[in-house]
């Protein structure tokens, strides 16, 4: 069956520190990998996504993911945070019937 | 160009009540997905519509139901709540040829009492 696990739901960090949230996925068939941000009482926003090609992905502020086929894994990473970036962070995978499967999510919190 | 909308916003029901939950995907997009977001959960897929169809559906009993218009906007609709079906309710659309590439609205949050 595909998941996905998000092993921490909680990540506190202080400002202008490194942070990785970590993902990892379970299936057998092509892969298609999101990662989609969720500020309070809002909706999920696209991240970034990783569908084939360079293993490397980036979003426009600053947080890149790196899908690693044999550990199956997706972590988000971004080398300074802000304040701003407080949210919970969901990372998903594509299923093969155009449906997304969702982590349980991370909640990162950014202190000054 | 506008994205995802849903409305209402807000919501609140009584056990056993019926509910119809509406949006309209982003401009060039045909195709609606929903999902119940619990709290401290992540999103949970409920079904997919496109050409007016249901094309995919996760595991979610019959109480739910949905419908996709000619312009491609959609209904959900949950007959006989539960308490349990208390969450945010989330709209994606996409286009067919890269249906997991979703947008989403910002949801409507529905209470059940």
């Known amino acids: 069956a595909q998941s996905v696990t998000q092993l921490d739901s909680q990540v506190p960090v202080f400002e202008e520190a490194p942070v990785e949230l970590r993902c990892n996925y379970s299936s057998s068939v092509s892969v298609y990998l999101f990662w989609y941000v969720q500020y309070p009482n809002q909706g999920l926003q696209l991240l970034l996504k990783y569908l084939s090609g360079s293993t490397l992905v980036e979003s426009i502020n600053g947080f890149e993911a790196e899908f690693n086929k044999s550990q199956t894994s997706f972590h988000l990473r971004k080398p300074s945070v802000h304040i701003s970036d407080t949210a919970e962070y969901f990372c998903?995978?594509?299923?093969?019937?155009?449906?997304?499967?969702f982590g349980k999510g991370t909640k990162l919190s950014v202190k000054p | 160009d506008a994205g995802v909308t849903q409305s209402p916003t807000h919501l609140i029901k009584t056990r056993g009540q019926q509910v119809t939950l509406r949006c309209s995907p982003k401009s060039g997009h045909d195709t609606v997905s929903w999902y119940q977001q619990a709290l401290g959960q992540g999103p949970q897929f409920i079904f997919q519509?496109?050409?007016?169809?249901?094309?995919q559906r996760g595991n979610f009993p019959d109480r739910f139901s949905g419908h996709q218009f000619p312009n491609y906007s959609s209904e959900l609709n949950v007959n006989a709540l539960l308490l349990g079906d208390s969450a945010l309710y989330l709209c994606a659309s996409s286009l067919p040829a890269a249906k997991n590439i979703q947008y989403f609205g910002a949801g409507t949050r529905l209470s059940v009492l």
């Open positions: 519509y496109y050409e007016e169809e249901e094309r």
């Open positions: 998903a995978f594509g299923g093969s019937q155009g449906n997304l499967i």
